[in-house]
């Protein structure tokens, strides 16, 4: 049992959940956090807190740590967190000096990616694309069943392809992007300007919220589902866009599957129903060719921090030797390679 649990930890905008995940990605304890947004140390400290706490009932033997940012390829440094104020911040060296355990740091899309691979939706395929559709969109791409970063550990950043040439205003900079078209934003600057309006739909809305700043994309999915037609038909447009973008990453990548998760995902056929209609109308190649299957992701809100304690349990066991016969090895073949030069 010794080295089967390992610690995931997802620091989004708002909050940490942490749990502690077995060997086949079952969570067997959860804490939650606010998100201290202002300061890295104080999320270190919340991580050293949530670690102490797990750690007296549970022998832990790796903590992965997924975060809302760019990671850099080793896996080791936030370059850019939007919404934590984390600016190239060595995470995985400050946690593994407070914790003393192996530490592994990754986007949180990655780490999603990497839970629907071994113990989700995409269990058995060899390349696969997770789009989550939350605030914005995040991705992640599995091929040949590992995780891939690019070079500069970027890639999968998917919600800022141009798919409109001046297009929407972007929170990037740029215009046009992904995530203006396909995203739970959209929906709720729909919703919040029909309650602006006063349309039977933004009313209704307004009325569960209780204020128009307070209605949220996930309105619109509970409206849909409901039956509200003008709801559905919001989403469906999503859902084309949706398609739209899968399409051109098919013409990209090929894979075999593409794994739609995040809070939009919750409308379940309802969106993948016209984003799998916009895909095969759009895909290149229509016709003459087999097409990727498009599905929702399985393990919901908590794929993050699955996959971010799965990944750090495997690395952390790719670098210890085997056995303890071999660990005794090594130490003994390295006090022998030292002593001649220490008699020096
Ligand atoms: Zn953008």
């Known amino acids: 049992m010794a080295d089967k649990l390992a610690i995931g930890i997802d620091i989004g905008g708002t909050k940490i959940a942490a749990g ?5 990605g079952h969570i067997l304890a959860r804490l939650r956090r606010e998100t201290p947004t202002t300061d890295p140390l104080e999320v270190i400290e919340a991580i050293s807190s949530i670690t102490e706490e797990f750690r007296r009932d549970h022998h832990i033997a790796a903590l992965g740590v997924g975060a809302a940012g760019f990671v850099d390829a080793s896996q080791s440094t936030v370059l850019f967190a939007p919404h934590l104020a984390w600016r190239n911040e060595p995470l995985r060296d400050s946690v593994a000096r407070r914790t003393g355990l192996p530490v592994m740091v990754d986007n949180d899309a990655n780490a999603s990616g990497w839970a629907e691979w071994r113990f989700g939706a995409a269990q058995g395929e ?21 995780p891939y970063r690019g070079q500069f550990g970027i890639a999968g950043e998917f919600g800022h392809m141009q798919v409109v040439p001046n297009g929407r205003q972007c929170e990037c900079g740029n215009t046009g992007c992904w995530e203006q078209y396909a995203s739970g934003r959209v929906l709720m600057r729909r919703a919040r300007a029909a309650a602006e309006e006063g349309t039977e739909l933004g009313l209704k809305m307004l009325a569960e919220a209780g204020g128009i700043d307070r209605i949220e994309g996930s309105l619109v999915t509970q409206q849909a589902k409901a039956g ?26 090929d894979p075999g599957m593409f794994v739609i998760g995040g809070g939009v995902s919750d409308a379940g056929d309802l969106l993948i129903g016209p984003a799998r209609a916009a895909f095969s109308r759009t895909l ?6 087999a097409e990727a299957r498009i599905v929702r992701a399985h393990l919901g809100p908590e794929a993050g921090l699955i996959g971010a304690a799965d990944m750090a349990r495997l690395t952390a066991r790719r670098r210890r030797p085997a056995n303890p016969g071999a660990r005794a090895r090594v130490r003994a073949a390295a006090k022998s390679s030292r002593s001649p030069r220490r008699r020096k």
């Open 126 to 146: 060899a390349d696969l694309v997770l789009i989550t559709l939350g605030t914005g969109i995040g991705g992640a791409i599995v091929i040949d069943g590992q």
């Open 284 to 289: 290149t190649g229509r016709g003459y060719r």
């Open 228 to 253: 509200d037609v003008e709801a559905i038909e919001w989403i469906a447009e999503v859902g084309d866009w949706l398609g739209v973008g899968i399409a051109n990453l098919a013409a990209a990548l």
């Open 20 to 24: 502690v995940v077995d060997e086949d």
